[in-house]
C-alpha cells in the first residue's frame, strides 16, 4: 500500500522554490520560510513512510505542522501514516483536515477515497476518486479510476468497476491494476482472447502475482493450451507455494 502512494506525496510535496506554483488548481506565489520548512519535513515524512520507519515519518511530520499548521499535504500525510498504524480515528481526522484545507487537492482525495475503501465505505470512496479525477491538473488521474473500479468490485458492482478499469486504461494502457482486474471481468465474461492480452501485458510489466499467474493458467486451460496451462502451474508452485491459487491448483478447483 505504501508505494501505492508514496509518488504522489512526493509529487504533491516538491513544488519549485523558483518563482511561482500550482497547489490545489490555483496560481500562488512564492511561499515564505514556514511554508518551506513544511514542505521540506513532509517530503522526509514520505521517504520514511515509504521505508517502514512510521516513528520517525511522525517526528517529521509534527516538525512539518509546526512550521505550518496548514500545509495540507501533512497533514494528508498524518493520514497514510495513521491508516498504516490502523489508527483509523486519526487517519480520519487527519485527512477531512487536509481537505479542509485543500478540498481540491487530487491527490489528498485519493488518499481519502482509498482509506474509505479499506474501512468498508466502499460507495462514500467512488465519490472522492472522481473529486480528484475532477481536477485538469492531476497528472495521474487513472490512479484514481484504477482504484474506484477496485472499490466498484468490493460491493458487487461489476459493470462500474469494468468502465473506471477502461477510462484508467485509455489514459495510461500500461496501469497494472486496471489490466489484471480487467483480465478477471472478461474471463469471467468468456472473452478469453482478451483476457489473455491483458493479463500477459500485465505479467510483462510486472512481476507475476499469484493472482496474475492463476488467471494466465485458467485461461490457457480454457482454451486448451496445455504446454501454456503446465507452464503457469510451475512457476506459481516455484514462485508461490502457499498461496491460495496455489492451493487451488492442487485441489484442482479452477474456477
Known sequence: ??????????????????GPTRE????????????????????????YF?????????????TAVRADA???PAHSMFGLVYMELKENRLAEDSFERALRLSPNEPDINHNYGWFLCQNKREEESIRYFLQAIRNPLYPTPWRSY????????????????????????????????????????????????????????????????????????????????????????????RRYPDSPEAQALKRNTFD
Open 1 to 18: 500500500m505504501r508505494r501505492i502512494f508514496l509518488t504522489l506525496l512526493l509529487l504533491a510535496g516538491c513544488a519549485s522554490d523558483q
Open 24 to 47: 490545489s488548481g490555483q496560481i500562488v506565489g512564492e511561499v515564505g520560510e514556514p511554508r518551506n520548512r513544511a514542505r521540506l519535513h513532509t517530503e522526509l515524512a514520505a521517504l
Open 50 to 62: 515509504g521505508r517502514g520507519n512510521m516513528n520517525v515519518a511522525l517526528e517529521e511530520l509534527r
Open 70 to 72: 496548514n500545509y495540507a
Open 146 to 237: 484504477s482504484a474506484a473500479g477496485q472499490c466498484s468490485l468490493r460491493i458487487d458492482k461489476p459493470k462500474d468497476a469494468e468502465e473506471f478499469f477502461l477510462r484508467a486504461l485509455r489514459q495510461e494502457p500500461d496501469e497494472p491494476a486496471s489490466l489484471l482486474q480487467l483480465g478477471q471481468i472478461r474471463y469471467r465474461q468468456g472473452n478469453l482472447e482478451e483476457a489473455r492480452k491483458l493479463v500477459s501485458r500485465y505479467n510483462r510489466l510486472v512481476t507475476p502475482s499469484p493472482e496474475s499467474l492463476w488467471l494466465a493458467l485458467r485461461v490457457e486451460r480454457k482454451l486448451g493450451q496445455r504446454v501454456a496451462e503446465r507452464n503457469f502451474a510451475t512457476e506459481l508452485r
